[in-house]
Nanobody, 123 residues
């Protein structure tokens, strides 16, 4: 089993920055691709950003390209999401996700989810 715990959410103003953290614990004997999804009120959960298990590949939703950056610290089993130039439409619960073999960009490829952290961007 793998446990994912998000932190770093909060209330910010449009144009501000925020960094989310996802700490992974549990089974670490195999590599996991990791990523972030988000779900706004009344909307479906959507892919935001992902990183391969090796860190050599990253994937971004068009809506966040150029503003968000994903990274991971293997020594700490931690993943980060740096969010800059935040917009009100970025308001959502952000979920950390891990995939052992499926696509990190597809909900169906996710093996583990965190409980989420709320990001609210005011205009």
């Amino acid at each position: 089993q793998v446990q994912l715990v998000e932190s770093g959410g909060g209330l910010v103003q449009a144009g501000d920055s925020l960094r989310l953290t996802c700490a992974r614990s549990g089974r670490t004997s195999i590599g996991y691709a990791m990523g972030w999804f988000r779900q706004a009120p009344g909307k479906e959960r959507e892919f935001v950003v992902g990183i391969s298990w090796s860190g050599s590949s990253t994937y971004y939703a068009d809506s966040v390209k150029g503003r968000f950056t994903i990274s991971r610290d293997y020594a700490k089993n931690t993943m980060y999401l740096q969010m800059n130039s935040l917009k009100p439409e970025d308001t959502a619960v952000y979920y950390c996700a891990a995939s052992s073999g499926g696509s990190i960009r597809d909900l169906r490829g996710i093996d583990y989810w965190g409980k989420g952290t709320l990001v609210t961007v005011s205009s």
